[in-house]
């Protein structure tokens, strides 16, 4: 039996997306309890199934940087980090502050040795229908060193073959030209690194245009640029979507058009579907570790726990220790 904890109070639309997302992955899920964490009385269509829930009534606001969050030793995020931590409990999940969780949670967790940076990983759809490619640090970090890419490259490529199930993964760095010789000092050295210690499945750089081709399984780079490309992917995507949206409402004879073109515009649909990945993991601490969307549904949600049950079920944060830490 696996034990999940999860913060119910963090989310932009409140807890009752957050209970429905619990009801739907435990319908699926007869080997998992819920430590569901959170103010009682909003919680009550938990009670009956393989549920605990456990009372806290403060709610960290989705503003909250690290150090505000660590002072709510009583809100729902920090109570749920608690019980994890206390408890041994196998994955915490919050689509609370993002800042916030993810600081507290290392903080209270630890690192794993040999790890210098956690960072945080997240599926993106990609032009092949299907296929999805991880892309990691998108935002845990301000700024790394050549040395803490090779490790996001290693995290990655465990990611990408237990966890997504791909057997060969391909790895690239994410740089402003495909050529050995561009990027950054720190993409440079790092390239320099993996190409040294014959890495495999490096296949080079890759730029931001080519990235989501769907010839990527992982794509590495430092947290800075990857928030960036995380952010302009999500604003060229939504962008799209309205244009789209305008041009088949423009007149009758466009909107017989969209008719016509209807299977092919949801299956794009599909493809770029945000609400599957379920949110983003925080790889590198001595715990599963997932940030849902702060806009989750219920169904959004309820991947966001898929996902911290697969890499519970793979025990991902021994395959880092083994690949790239130090056994304890």
């Known amino acids: 039996m696996y034990t999940l904890v999860v913060d119910c109070m963090g989310s932009d639309n409140g807890p009752k997306v957050i209970v429905e997302g619990i009801k739907i992955f435990l319908s699926k899920h007869k080997d998992v309890k819920i430590i569901a964490v959170g103010r009682e009385e909003e919680l009550q269509d938990l009670k009956g199934i393989n549920v605990e829930i456990v ?57 794993v040795p040999g790890i210098d940076r956690a960072a945080l990983i997240s599926p993106f759809p990609t032009a092949k229908k299907g296929k999805k490619a991880v892309v990691l640090d ?52 790092a390239h320099q690194m993996l190409r040294e210690m014959n890495f495999e499945g490096f296949k080079g750089n890759i730029e931001g245009r080519d990235a989501l081709n769907g010839e990527c399984d992982v794509i590495v780079t430092g947290g800075f640029a990857g928030n960036v490309f995380l952010k302009a992917t999500e604003g060229i995507a939504s962008i799209m979507k309205n244009m789209i949206k305008k041009a088949f409402y423009r007149n009758p004879l466009t909107m017989i058009g969209y008719l016509f073109s209807k299977k092919g515009f949801d299956e794009m649909s599909a493809t770029m579907d945000y609400k599957s990945t379920g949110g983003a993991m925080l790889l590198g601490v001595n715990g599963v570790v997932v940030k849902a969307h702060g806009s989750s549904d219920g169904y959004s949600f309820s991947c966001a726990l898929e996902v ?18 130090q056994v304890e």
Do not use: W
């Open 308 to 325: 911290a049950y697969n890499m519970v079920v793979v025990d991902v944060v021994k395959l880092l220790k083994q690949g790239v830490g």
């Open 138 to 189: 998108i935002g845990a970090n301000n700024e790394n060193t050549p040395e803490q890419l090779v490790q996001f490259a290693q995290m990655g490529k465990i990611y990408s073959n237990k966890v997504m199930k791909v057997e060969h993964p391909s790895v690239y760095l994410l740089s402003n030209g495909a050529e050995d010789e561009k990027g950054s000092p720190e993409v440079k050295k």
């Open 55 to 111: 009372d806290a009534r403060d709610i960290v606001p989705m503003e909250c940087g690290a150090l505000e969050v660590m002072r709510m030793r009583k809100s729902s995020l920090m109570v749920s980090l608690d019980l994890m931590k206390d408890n041994h409990y196998d994955a915490v999940v919050s689509a609370g502050s993002t800042g916030g969780f993810l600081s507290a949670a290392t903080v209270k967790l630890k690192l």
